[in-house]
């Protein structure tokens, strides 16, 4: 007897049984071919016109109780009978219709450069592995013990509720648009309506130089990955873009930048550094986020996509996808790879003002005018949770994303009772050191910060979506808030003019 398989049950022929049956099954093909056929005809919208179609075609106008969205089925339910029975593909049931149905589903395709294929390239090669590794991390956490998991959330946790205010600084003569850590969580970059991306010393909050390239407003600052790290000070470090609509890129060392990016003929919001630090890219009100090369200061790629102003854009930490919220209240998930939508983040009723990726690459948050944040899993291809966050627009969210290079374990001491005998027995050196490594990478992605025009940044759990904490501020509107990549420090910053630091009480 030959092996049994898919295809040879299905050529089988006493697995169909009788006549009748294969009767039946035909049937009912037929039945799911003709409304997958249904669902594709283009029928009027308006009702009069519907009317108009079934008088035409020798059905009652309408039935007792019928209402219009009834009615519009009825008619697709009869064409399509009609369809079948006369054998055709399609049916052109309404010219205009039809020729609209047509515009709305035709795919376009915009002429792309050389340097953007080649980028496209490196960006699959670079984004591939880092997938495979973070995924393979995934599989070895998927099998981690219950309680394990319960006490480093627990401890975890009980950190992030410990946070307080450290105290506030005067950063700018203006508004305060953006707060972010540079990589070595020394310094604080700061980009102000007044133009003006200061960079300053903290904890001290001291000053250490002001960035002055821009004749608007900042809205967007972002570091380069290794910046401060191995990245030169006489290199791109910073990106910053500006209400005149330019997109500047700053050296630590410098007043003035290294290269201004111009194309955008809007003003340019946020902006976001690719996790290779090759690229950079920039949300605009011109209803386009485009795609730089930092090397050759060129644009690569202008992507449209919205019906209104595009607010924010965030690169996913693999460096394969990107998201961009507008003011149309919708978000969109682009792979870098083929120039695609991914996915549409539609949901929220107002404008998405922020969006962060989780470390754990598949979830994706969104901030909006609605006073909400969206929670979308891209595997799922939907929002799973909805946050009332805030009582007025959310403007800022960010995940905690772990450094390991300030990964530190201090061995556990052992305790002596009077007695002569441990209290306790530790287990071995490497056993310690293993599970400290392993709690410290869990925590990446466990929480994340928001920042709302209410006047309070909020810690929330990133697994079951619960606050954790709910720190107040000297202001009214909280316009950005940061998690420094140790998970020692928090930073806002506020429509007061300044910025304030939160860190744990025992700090």
Not at 196 to 224: E, M
Not at 289 to 295: A, C, G, H, P, S
Not at 296 to 323: C, I, M, P, R
Not at 340 to 364: C, E, R
Request: net charge negative.
């Amino acid at each position: 007897m030959a092996e049994l398989t898919l295809e040879t049950l299905i050529d089988d022929g006493n697995y169909l049984g009788s006549e009748r049956a294969r009767l039946e099954n035909k049937v009912i093909l037929d039945e799911l071919e003709r409304k997958k056929k249904a669902r594709t005809m283009a029928v009027p919208t308006d009702d009069n016109r519907v009317k108009a179609r079934l008088r035409e075609i020798g059905e009652p106008i309408t039935l007792f109780g019928e209402r219009a969205a009834d009615r519009r089925d009825r008619l697709i339910y009869v064409l399509s009978q009609i369809t079948a029975a006369r054998g055709d593909e399609a049916m052109h049931v309404d010219e205009e219709s039809s020729e609209e149905s047509e515009e709305e589903e035709e795919e376009f395709y915009s002429p792309g450069s050389l340097e953007l294929l080649e980028a496209r390239r490196r960006i699959a090669e670079y984004s591939l592995p880092r997938a495979q590794k973070r995924i393979a991390q995934q599989r070895i956490d998927s099998k981690m013990d219950l309680g394990r998991v319960v006490d480093i959330r627990k401890k975890a946790f009980a950190e992030v509720k410990k946070f307080s205010n450290m105290g506030s600084q005067i950063g700018d003569e203006r508004p305060i648009s953006q707060v972010r850590f540079a990589p070595n969580n020394k310094i604080l970059a700061t980009g102000s309506w007044s133009g003006t991306v200061k960079l300053w010393n903290v904890p001290s909050c001291t000053p250490i130089r002001s960035l002055r390239g821009h004749s608007d407003r900042v809205g967007g600052v972002a570091w380069h990955p290794q910046a401060t790290l191995s990245q030169g000070p006489d290199l791109v470090n910073l990106v910053s873009g500006g209400g005149e609509g330019s997109v500047n890129l700053w050296s630590i060392n410098s007043e003035s930048p290294l290269s201004v990016l111009k194309g955008h003929q809007d003003r340019v919001c946020r902006v976001a550094f690719h996790p290779s630090g090759d690229y950079v890219a920039s949300a605009s009100f011109d209803t386009t986020w485009r795609l730089w090369d930092v090397n050759t200061s060129k644009e690569l790629l202008l992507q449209e996509g919205h019906s209104k102003e595009v607010y924010s854009v965030e690169f996913q930490n693999d460096g394969a996808l990107v998201a961009s919220g507008g003011l149309d209240a919708i978000g969109r998930i682009w792979d870098l790879r083929t120039g695609k939508t991914a996915m549409v983040l539609d949901g929220h009723i107002q404008a998405i003002f922020a969006t962060a990726f989780s470390p754990n690459g598949y979830q994706v948050a969104t901030g909006a005018g609605d006073d909400t944040i969206r929670i979308w899993d891209m595997r799922a291809i939907k929002s799973i949770y909805t946050i009332p966050a805030h009582v007025s627009n959310v403007s800022d969210v960010r995940f905690f994303h772990a450094n390991d290079i300030y990964f530190k374990h201090v061995p556990s001491d052992v305790h002596m009772n009077g007695t002569g005998e441990d209290e306790s027995r530790p287990d071995s050196p490497e056993k310690e050191y293993a599970a400290a490594e392993e709690e410290w990478r869990y925590r990446s992605g466990l929480f994340f910060a928001s920042s709302g025009y209410d006047g309070f940044v909020k810690l929330w759990s990133a697994d079951d979506w619960q606050l954790l904490k709910r720190l107040t501020t000297d202001a009214g509107k909280v316009m950005s808030v940061d998690i420094s990549s140790d998970g020692k420090m928090l930073v806002s910053g506020t429509y007061n003019r300044n910025f304030q630091l939160f860190a744990p009480e025992d700090v």
